[in-house]
């Protein structure tokens, strides 16, 4: 049974930091690029951040880049959303994805929701 399951969301003031997790299973993780979404109220989903499985090249939304880091361990398969300098405009809920070409499959975590607010 494929899983991926989001967490370390929560309520966070402007200018603070969260550490997003996702942890994968049931699929072969290390070949899949991974992606972090993010869903505002009224808004559509938008895509903030890939790390790719063969480079480990990453690749950002400008409105995150140089506040977000994405990066992979993939002995725990797992991969994590560093956001630092946090602003309202990133509340959301935040989806982990992940994508693998070679094989045709595509899987979403169910989110987590992050908060910035005073």
């Known amino acids: 049974q494929v899983q991926l399951v989001e967490s370390g969301g929560g309520l966070v003031q402007p200018g603070g930091s969260l550490k997003l997790s996702c942890a994968a299973s049931?699929?072969?993780?290390?070949?899949?690029?991974m992606s972090w979404y993010r869903q505002a109220p009224g808004k559509e989903r938008e895509l903030v951040a890939t790390?790719?499985?063969?480079?480990?090249?990453?690749n950002y939304a400008d409105s995150v880049k140089g506040r977000f880091t994405i990066f992979r361990d993939n002995a725990k398969n797992t991969v994590y959303l560093q956001m630092n300098s946090l602003k309202p405009e990133d509340t959301a809920v935040y989806y982990c994805?992940?994508?693998?070409?070679?094989?045709?499959?595509?899987?979403w975590g169910k989110g987590t929701l992050v908060t910035v607010s005073s």
């Open positions: 049931g699929f072969t993780f290390s070949p899949y690029a």
């Open positions: 994805n992940a994508d693998s070409r070679y094989y045709g499959m595509n899987y």
């Open positions: 790390i790719f499985s063969a480079t480990g090249n990453t």
